[in-house]
């Protein structure tokens, strides 16, 4: 795939799957890989933050990315999280992404903690940096995790400035409005708008220009439709799909986080554990059966797929 191919549509983030003692179980990781692409993916996101990403080392980093981009060979294109503070870092990782076959990698802008976060001149500084390294492009990733605010007059910048910053996953309160002054202000120059936050908004996030949405990997199937009916005119269609699943949609994101997938995955015969690493809390029994009843109800394929 060039790196002048448009990428659009579902790329949901890949869970990072655990043995019961937290290593990492790399067949169960090849397992989700493979529902993944039978859900009808249009690509998929690795060590992101919904991949437990904070919570691997280097090595394991280096040993995901690996095993994903040799098991998916070419399947479906495959995004590489390639986040950290320390530009250089950043640039080694997106470097191995982009040699190792990556279509794209996302990126945060560089922060550390609570309180320690570049300026726009610093954060200019390592996108530019990184995209001189790399022939791949760039989704910046504008999510509160961070802590640092992203203005639309930035982003537009970096778009038209930076050839290889061409797409951006806005989740952020208000996603729609930002999209839509992000799309006006950047021209052709912003040519991937994606939403996030498990396309709780993503009706309103299409409406806004979207072409595409990062989400979890728990029902992707029941998303495609939406965003292909949407981007074929069918604004009724999608929408009639949406409300049908939005109660699942806002149970994971209200009630489970990235634990949620997990929990699917598991009890579809998927993966062997949804074990997620310590600190994270696992899911309460209530937040279990709430979050199976309503994958259930809609039949999600994950729920089916290892039985």
């Known amino acids: ?19 019961d003692n937290e290593e990492l179980d790399i067949e169960s990781q090849r397992r989700a890989l493979d529902c993944m692409i039978d859900q009808g993916v249009d690509g998929v996101c690795i060590l992101a ?14 040993q995901l990315l690996d095993v994903c981009l ?29 040699d190792k076959g990556a279509v794209m990698i996302m990126l945060m802008p ?20 990184v995209a001189e390294q790399i022939d791949i492009p760039i989704m910046i990733q504008d999510a509160p995790l961070s802590g640092v605010s992203l203005s639309v ?23 729609a409005n930002k999209l839509r002054a992000l799309i006006e202000a950047g021209g052709d120059a912003v040519v991937g708008p994606f939403d996030g936050e498990e396309a709780i908004t993503l009706m309103p996030d299409l409406e806004a220009g979207a072409i595409g949405t990062m989400s979890s990997a728990m029902y992707s199937e ?21 409300h049908r699943i939005l109660p699942l949609i806002n149970y994971e994101n209200r009630q ?10 598991k009890e579809g015969g998927v993966i062997t554990s949804d074990v997620v690493r310590h600190p994270l809390n696992p899911m309460t029994p209530a937040s279990r059966k709430g979050i199976l009843k309503l994958a259930r109800d809609l039949d ?6 290892g039985k």
């Open 222 to 242: 029941l998303l495609k439709p939406i965003v292909q009916d949407y981007g074929s005119g069918d604004a009724k269609a999608a929408a009639a799909q949406y």
């Open 49 to 62: 933050n919904y991949s437990e990403q904070f919570l691997l080392s280097d090595e394991e980093r280096d």
């Open 70 to 98: 040799d098991h998916v060979a070419g399947r479906v294109p495959v995004i590489v999280t390639c986040s950290h503070y320390s530009t250089r870092i950043v640039i080694e990782r997106a470097r191995r992404a982009n």
């Open 1 to 19: 795939m060039s790196s002048q191919t448009i990428y659009r549509g579902v790329f949901p983030v890949v869970p990072t799957t655990f043995c």
């Open 153 to 175: 007059e930035f982003l537009a910048r970096l778009a038209r400035e930076i050839s290889n910053v061409s797409y951006f996953k806005i989740e952020v309160p208000g996603a």
């Open 300 to 305: 999600v394929l994950a729920l089916r797929w």
């Open 110 to 129: 560089p922060y550390h903690g609570a309180a320690l976060k570049a300026d726009e001149t610093r954060t200019y500084e390592q996108l530019a940096r």
């Open 256 to 265: 489970c986080g990235l634990q949620g997938t997990k929990v699917v995955m």
